[in-house]
């Protein structure tokens, strides 16, 4: 048989968990078993994968290195029973007194090549450049006749380095991947993979992360393009998945002379938007608490759309049996919220728990009442009061109960500071905060409709009572309050948001988009003179390209003021 022949590569879609070398080892271990079992030739681990991504500032201890060689030693031990199997491997190392993120080629327990990424990227969430000395050179190994260049990540969202490795003689591409999710990242990937190194005339293998790890989501979808960028083969989102991809010479395998390489292998199609958002937020949760290691998770169920899509995402996330729902009912609670947020308790089969803050809220009244003297009317220090006490009962059944207290604040909330300090902003986990409220209907709806994949026995049918997703949402700390008495209404606010915030438009752009002058101006000094509170908000999930979190860095204390055009 020529070589050339056939070649399978292994992509190792896996979950590692950051600093945890013996976890990942065997993660990695285990993959490579049953890729080696059937029949792989190759196999790529996605970037980083033995000491987990990103690691941050671990990066800067060099016990941490230690950590990493250990483990690699044991990894290069094991190889021995796979004499020739090709393992690339994704690790961080230290050489020559530089760090760097690291390729290590692997065969028969010995190493035949080692790649240091080229490009690093220090935009939107990654910081790399803090940490990690570039490579200077290509890459580029032969299996069984056919000349494989290595990449990291960044390295293929460059067109210099892809064409350099291209220089040297390679026919495909392997890429080793950390690559974030967010709202439909996959699309970008693949374009973005055809203009770099496709329209080389390279195919190209990558091998990404799946899982979450703080406040990042990674969604895997490993995929296969062949030189013409036509998809071959893809793995599955959301989930740890082993992706088989064979190589062939097309000409070989006509007779001919070598000159093209065929790609194939099983192609998971790629999920639908609202559940890919969905999804993405269900194992962000998962992982969030099993990898710190939390028994369960309670919220504060208002009878409201944002508490009942949080619950929603818990249930989907941990299971029933995991979540627990605490009713927190005040003078102002009306009798719909109840109701509404029994019923869907009911539904999902939840623990659940009324807990009435009439009494505190008058013991606090009391206490204040000096201060609260020669005022006839309710403002935001006892709206503020209410939210604060239910904050207060929250992390206190979470101190005996060990369980993490999620938070139920959406993103048009935390810009606009439509939220209460160390009220419902107190807790551990933030799930949707990086979704605009006009978001959070939406996957309501979906819900409703539909049961994600990702989640075994997931509770068909209408989970969330429609009355909570149609009725106007209000915080009820008032009478007869209603979000929109302090806030634009929310496909206005959420237009704005989008494209001042999340796309980074200056302001006069806004306007000129076609929103009210006196509306831009408002959203911008909330966003602005809110500041303090966001640095304040526990973690929470991003799935967009900009959220509330690493790559948003804004000074508190800043005296700009943006020009914003009048009607």
């Given at each position: 048989m020529n070589p050339r022949s056939r070649v399978r590569i292994a992509a190792l879609q896996c979950n590692p968990v950051v600093g945890d070398f013996e976890g990942n080892l065997s993660q990695l271990l285990e993959s490579t078993r049953a890729a080696h079992a059937a029949g792989a030739d190759l196999v790529l681990t996605p970037e980083l994968a033995l000491a987990g991504y990103p690691p941050e500032d671990l990066l800067l201890r060099p016990a941490f290195y230690r950590s990493g060689e250990m483990a690699f030693d044991r990894l290069l031990s094991a190889t021995q029973a796979w004499p020739d199997l090709v393992l690339v491997v994704g690790q961080a190392v230290e050489r020559a007194g530089c760090r760097h993120n690291a390729a290590t080629v692997v065969r028969g327990g010995q190493v035949i090549a080692e790649y240091f990424k080229q490009e690093l990227p220090n935009y939107d969430v990654f910081d790399e450049q803090r940490y990690f000395t570039p490579g200077r050179h290509s890459c580029v190994i032969e299996v069984r006749g056919i000349q494989v260049g290595i990449l990291i990540c960044e390295d293929f969202w460059r067109a210099e380095v892809p064409a350099r490795a291209r220089e040297e003689g390679a026919e495909l591409i392997l890429a080793l991947n950390a690559s974030p999710y967010?709202?439909?990242?996959?699309?970008?990937?693949?374009?973005?993979?055809?203009?770099?190194?496709?329209?080389?005339?390279?195919?190209?293998?990558?091998?990404?992360?799946?899982?979450?790890?703080?406040?990042?989501?990674?969604?895997?979808?490993?995929?296969?393009?062949?030189?013409?960028?036509?998809?071959?083969?893809?793995?599955?989102?959301?989930?740890?998945?082993?992706?088989?991809?064979?190589?062939?010479?097309?000409?070989?395998?006509?007779?001919?002379?070598?000159?093209?390489?065929?790609?194939?292998?099983?192609?998971?199609?790629a999920l639908p938007l609202d559940e890919q958002v969905y999804s993405a937020l269900v194992l962000g949760v998962r992982d969030y608490l099993g990898k710190n290691g939390f028994p369960g998770a309670l919220l504060g169920l208002s009878g409201g759309v944002d508490s009942a899509l949080t619950m929603a995402v818990a249930v989907d996330a941990l299971g029933a049996d995991r979540v627990r729902a605490v009713m927190m009912p005040s003078r102002y609670t009306a009798d719909i919220s109840w109701i509404d947020a029994r019923e869907m308790a009911e539904r999902l089969g939840v623990r659940y728990d009324e807990i009435p803050i009439a009494g505190p809220f008058e013991a606090f009244h009391d206490l204040l009442a000096n201060e609260l003297v020669g005022r006839s009317s309710t403002d935001t220090t006892e709206e503020n009061l209410q939210a604060r006490i239910r904050g207060t009962l929250l992390m206190a059944l979470s101190n005996r109960h060990g369980s993490i207290v999620l938070t139920t604040g959406n993103k048009s909330e935390m810009a606009t500071g439509y939220c209460t300090l160390y009220g419902d902003m107190a807790g551990g986990f933030a799930v949707i905060k990086d979704l605009l409220k006009t978001t959070v209907w939406r996957l309501c709806r979906w819900r409703n409709g539909h049961t994600p994949a990702m989640v075994a026995n997931a509770i068909a049918g209408e989970i969330i009572p429609s009355r909570i997703i149609d009725r106007p949402p209000s915080a009820e700390l008032r009478p007869e309050q209603t979000d929109q008495d302090s806030l634009p209404p929310y496909d206005l606010l959420d237009g704005i948001l989008e494209l001042y915030m999340e796309q980074g438009l200056p302001a006069e752009d806004v306007v000129a988009a076609g929103f009210p002058p006196e509306a831009v101006s408002l959203v911008v000094r909330l966003m602005r003179i809110n500041e303090y509170k966001r640095r304040q908000a526990p973690v929470g999930i991003r799935v967009t390209h900009r959220g509330f979190g690493r790559d948003w860095r804004y000074p508190i204390t800043s005296r700009f003021r943006e020009s914003i055009p009048t009607a």
């Open positions: 967010h709202l439909d990242k996959q699309p970008l990937r693949l374009e973005t993979a055809r203009a770099n190194v496709c329209s080389l005339g390279c195919a190209l293998i990558a091998a990404n992360l799946v899982g979450g790890q703080d406040e990042l989501v990674f969604d895997g979808g490993s995929f296969a393009l062949d030189a013409q960028g036509t998809i071959r083969a893809q793995a599955r989102q959301f989930a740890t998945d082993l992706l088989l991809v064979d190589v062939v010479d097309a000409d070989v395998a006509k007779g001919g002379r070598a000159s093209a390489l065929k790609l194939s292998g099983r192609i998971e199609p």
